[in-house]
């Protein structure tokens, strides 16, 4: 895989949708990788700012390609079948799902820490995890793929991924998960310890 493991990682995860919104897409990177490999046919690029649209217009000069300002899905009014969240915390991503227009479409979401955040909130707010992946690239990237739905999940669930502790790559992040997490104990204020404690039952059971 070329230079951007995560990029390419998620461009390969659009095969299959025709017009694909990015919100927060930076410089377009997934958006012109999709492109590139044949995997989508049209999208919508979207960032709060508009420095980084002018990037991915220069990016994505003569793809078909709308570009909008908007506070996430806030001035997006066109339908899309797939829309990426990615490279975000998770309290972001949750805000922005908060206005997401819930109807057919797909979510693939990509958060940079708090998983179990994201997976909490998604159960509370009418989200179904349909998929979930692991990506090794010097840290490791979960990435959900989402839909309007109903599910529920364990703390266990919450933690390990409803799909990922099924999958056999799982275990070394998991085992990782573990090991991070007896090292900061130590460090952590008493309620913060008592809530790793717990997380780390569930990791070490690896
Ligand atoms: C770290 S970059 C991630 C870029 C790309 N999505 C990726 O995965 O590499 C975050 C981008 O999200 C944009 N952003 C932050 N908050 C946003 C919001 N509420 N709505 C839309 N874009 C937002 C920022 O301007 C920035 O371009």
Known sequence: MARNKRINFLATLTEGYNKVLDIGTDHGLVLKRAFDEGYIKEAIAADLREKPLMQAMKNLKNYPVKYI???????????FDLAIIAGMGSHLITEILN????????????????????????????????DEYLLYDKFYYVILKV????????????????????????????????????????????????????????????
């Open 69 to 79: 300002i908007s506070d996430g899905f806030l001035a997006i009014k066109e339908p």
């Open 147 to 206: 839909k309007v739905g109903t599910q529920t999940l364990s703390l266990e669930d919450i933690y390990l991924g409803p799909i990922l502790k099924d999958k056999p790559e799982a275990l070394d992040y998991y085992r990782h998960k573990a090991h991070h997490i007896e090292k900061i104990i130590p460090k952590a204020d008493e309620k913060r310890r008592e809530e790793l404690k717990k997380m780390l039952k569930i990791f070490e059971k690896f």
């Open 99 to 130: 206005n997401a227009p819930k109807q057919d479409e797909h979510y693939l979401l990509q958060a940079n820490e708090k998983i179990d955040v994201l997976r909490s909130y998604l159960t509370s707010h009418n989200f179904e995890i349909i």
